[in-house]
């Protein structure tokens, strides 16, 4: 099935940089989710995101809903250990009422 | 807090065995999923409740049929379970309407051999 392009794939950073991740879509959305999924685990909800331009904080996560409607951003600030995980987005198509597309994930590692 | 819960973590099953996994939310959400989610492939939706008794296919549905009696409840039925459904199975709600969020379970880690 489709995939939303997302990058970077992977990425190792030091304890306390910051952190930017981006999802990219050829079609235009009316939602954006972003999720955190740990090893074994169900993904987590962090951000939901509803207008072009919108951004919205989670502590310190950071999203963007992109003003084309066809890209999103999320930023995590000072990042710490426990930020590792597999962090991906969602998209809802404006053409459908309930199918979600969902991007290839990011895997981020923090070096303590 | 919105809570999605599965009947089992881990699942091993034999070849040719029916399989039940159940999930139950408890925040009377109307639409309900099943996915299963594997390495290089990402989640693949295989089947959406929109209400009780209401289901769609999703992008996978060989193999596969669902039940939902109850709002809270929806189940996830592998007929004749074979290897190839080894996966990772996922439930997900979603309340209908302006919002939607879409919240996961913990996952059934399910091993066909």
């Known amino acids: 099935g489709q995939q939303l392009n997302q990058s970077p794939q992977s990425m190792f950073i030091q304890e306390g940089e910051d952190v930017s991740m981006n999802c990219t879509s050829s079609?235009?959305?009316?939602?954006w989710l972003w999720y955190k999924q740990e090893p074994g685990e169900g993904p987590v909800l962090l951000i939901a995101?509803?207008?072009?331009?919108e951004l919205t904080s989670n502590g310190r996560l950071t999203a963007q809903f992109g003003i084309t409607r066809k890209d999103s951003f999320l930023n995590i600030s000072a990042s710490i250990p426990s930020d590792v995980g597999i962090y991906f987005c969602?998209?809802?198509?404006?053409?459908?009422?309930?199918?979600?597309?969902f991007g290839t994930g990011t895997r981020l590692k923090v070096l303590a | 807090d919105v809570k999605v819960t599965q009947s089992s973590r881990y699942l091993v099953k034999r070849t040719g065995e029916k399989v039940f996994l159940e999930c139950v939310q408890d925040?009377?959400?109307?639409?309900m999923f099943w996915y299963r989610q594997d390495p290089g492939l990402g989640l693949r939706l295989i089947y959406f409740?929109?209400?009780?008794?209401?289901?769609e296919k999703g992008d996978i549905p060989e193999g596969y049929s669902v039940s939902r009696e109850k709002k809270e409840r929806f189940s996830l039925i592998l007929e004749s379970a074979s290897t190839n459904q080894t996966s990772m199975y996922l439930c997900?709600?979603?309340?209908?309407?302006?919002?939607?969020?879409?919240?996961f379970g913990p996952g059934t880690r399910l091993t066909v051999t």
């Open positions: 997900a709600s979603r309340n209908q309407g302006f919002s939607y969020e879409q919240y």
């Open positions: 079609s235009i959305f009316n939602t």
């Open positions: 995101l509803y207008k072009a331009g």
């Open positions: 969602a998209g809802q198509s404006t053409s459908g009422t309930y199918k979600y597309i």
């Open positions: 925040m009377d959400h109307e639409n």
């Open positions: 409740s929109y209400d009780v008794k209401m289901k």
